[in-house]
């Protein structure tokens, strides 16, 4: 069985900082993509960052600067250090993970940037 479990999300103030982490089981971590996305209230899904197998990584054009993807394939974790977060970060943040042919989710987890 497959998961994806999110966790390090909470509530911070403006210019603040967090990690987010996203410990995978039931696949062969090391051969995924894996990514983070993220969902603000009314708004479709976007992607946030990935990190490829060989280590690529991809950002979108509004986190480039403060936002770094990382991964630790000897505990089949993917992390995402956010910083100088803004009101506009806001977002549930969704892990994913996949290849040519699996791609899962997780269950998510709140991010609230609030003074």
């Known amino acids: 069985q497959v998961q994806l479990v999110e966790s390090g999300g909470g509530l911070v103030q403006p210019g603040g900082s967090l990690r987010l982490s996203c410990a995978a089981s039931?696949?062969?971590?090391?051969?995924?993509?894996m990514g983070w996305y993220r969902q603000a209230p009314g708004k479709q899904r976007e992607l946030v960052a990935v990190i490829t197998p060989d280590d690529r990584t991809n950002y979108a054009d509004f986190v480039k600067g403060r936002f770094t993807i990382s991964r630790d394939n000897a505990k089949n974790t993917v992390y995402l250090q956010m910083n100088s977060l803004k009101f506009e970060d806001t977002a549930v943040y969704y892990c994913?993970?996949?290849?040519?042919?699996?791609?899962?989710w997780g269950q998510g987890t709140q991010v609230t940037v609030s003074s």
């Open positions: 039931g696949i062969m971590f090391s051969i995924y993509t």
């Open positions: 994913n993970s996949k290849t040519n042919f699996r791609n899962y």
